[in-house]
């Protein structure tokens, strides 16, 4: 189905919601009240025939507080670490109870970021969600953070609740934060006008970002924001920014039709859908002006075409690629490791042999395996 206003995004089959954690949280306890309110929103999606997966934050600042650490738990990674074992119990009892008023079971489902780029454990991680939804539970999920480090972390859930989405084969994200949504620039600023469609995530429409997220407790901020609805539109899925803060925060926003909504900007297929929104590649290369122009036509890279290789990565890896002006190209899965790439950088195939010791593949990275912007 087409989404052109809020209205259409709650209506579809199958929905992300994420919940943030300054909207859950306050002075370490859980808003009960608001919690339940939403609960019952949901509940009501569910009759309307909406599937619904739950992104949740929040169990690093429940467990803090139980704990007693300082900075919200998140002074070092060992806080959070232990902040989060402790707050994911809690976490999951507060939606299971909420859920449980409506006859409705909670399932508990922690991921990490290596969880969804691993193409195996992202169709697993798919599987999961189907059965559950398929035996009506609601998945509540969260970023694994008792055992996530700094280098393997998705350290926002906004880009969680994309990739989730693409897991889930959702139709669409609505993130609920803690302003409306994205303004056209710092919504302190006299002026600032708020963003209602945005029709694909572009430079203009990043540099109306903030980074900063005036509760203190997120992670995220606006320029997580951006980065999940340009996974999401990627992947032909809506995504949609509006204010938690209301009491029944999604019948709210829909009555007033007031949101950011990301219209979906593409179809890709499952596997291009799944890389095109991996967010740890291993390496970088880079390459000179006729091989970026190549590329804006659908080719492959090639070696003729690398001047630089960075990173230690192996065959199969995801890596970034960067055109001769500096600007991302995109990012694709590399049929060499980076020893080899240093190799045959600039040179022709029929130069690659005698390097490589052995007839050169058809590509650097084919195009079959990459995906622009």
Known sequence: MTIETLSGLVGTKRLVIKVGSALLIEGGEARSDWLATLAGEIADLRKRGTQVIVV??????LGAARLGLTKGGRGSLADAQAAASVGQVELARLWSEMFGRHDIVA?????TLGDLEDRRRYL????????????????????????ATEEIRFGDNDRLAARVAQAAQADAVLLLSDVDGLYDRDPKEPGAELVAIVEGVTPKIIAMATRESSSGLGSGGMLAKLQAARIAERAGIALAIINGKHD??????????????????GDENARKAW????????????VD???TKALANGASLLAAGLT???????????????GAKGERLGQGLVEYTAAECRAILGLREEEQAERLGYAPRAAIVHRDHMVRG
Do not use: H, K, W
Not at 124 to 147: F, H, K, M, Q
Not at 252 to 258: G, I
């Open 56 to 61: 949740s934050s929040g169990a690093i600042a």
């Open 124 to 147: 697993n991680a798919s599987a999961t969600l189907d059965r559950l939804i398929e035996a009506g539970a609601i998945p509540v999920v969260n970023e694994n953070d008792s055992v």
């Open 107 to 111: 399932a508990q489902m922690l991921v």
């Open 289 to 291: 002006e006729g091989c």
């Open 275 to 286: 890389l095109s929104g991996r967010l740890a590649p291993a390496g970088v290369l880079s």
């Open 308 to 322: 630089d290789v960075e990173g230690d990565f192996r065959r199969g890896d995801l890596v970034a690629i960067f």
């Open 248 to 265: 029944a925060p999604i019948t709210e926003a829909v009555n007033a039709n007031r949101g950011t909504l990301f219209l979906p900007q």
